[in-house]
C-alpha cells in the first residue's frame, strides 16, 4: 500500500525559508519519480517541482525556480522541498505525489504560510 506523509510545514515571515519532507512507503521508492504540488485556496493544484528517479534531474515551475530545491535520499524514502526566499504568493497546502502508470497518489498535505 502505497503511502506518502508530507512534514515541514507552518508559517513563515516574507524572505523565510521552510523544508517540506515526504516519507514514502509501499513502493520501491528508488525507481519512482517524485513531484511536490501546490494549492492555494480557489485556484488549481499546481506542479511545483519534479525530481527523476536516478541521478540529479529535476524541473521547476517558472515561480519558484531558483528559491526552491528538490531532492530524496533514496536511503531513507525521502524526498524533500527547500523552499528559501518565500513569498505570500507561496502561501498553498502542498502535496507529495508519485504516479503510477496514469494513477496518482497523493499525501494528505502539509500547510504553508507566509505572512507578517
Known amino acids: 500500500q502505497v503511502q506518502l506523509v508530507e512534514s515541514g510545514g507552518g508559517l513563515v515571515q516574507p524572505g523565510g525559508s521552510l523544508r517540506l519532507s515526504c516519507a514514502a512507503s509501499?513502493?520501491?521508492?528508488?525507481?519512482?519519480?517524485m513531484y511536490w504540488y501546490r494549492q492555494a485556496p480557489g485556484k488549481e493544484r499546481e506542479l511545483v517541482a519534479t525530481?527523476?528517479?536516478?541521478?540529479?534531474?529535476?524541473n521547476y515551475a517558472d515561480s519558484v525556480k531558483g528559491r526552491f530545491t528538490i531532492s530524496r535520499d533514496n536511503a531513507k524514502n525521502t524526498v524533500y522541498l527547500q523552499m528559501n526566499s518565500l513569498k505570500p504568493e507561496d502561501t498553498a497546502v502542498y502535496y507529495c505525489?508519485?504516479?503510477?502508470?496514469?494513477?496518482?497518489?497523493w499525501g494528505q498535505g502539509t500547510q504553508v504560510t507566509v505572512s507578517s
Open positions: 505525489n508519485t504516479k503510477r502508470g496514469s494513477y496518482n497518489y
Open positions: 509501499g513502493f520501491t521508492f528508488s525507481t519512482y519519480r
Open positions: 525530481m527523476l528517479s536516478a541521478g540529479s534531474s529535476t
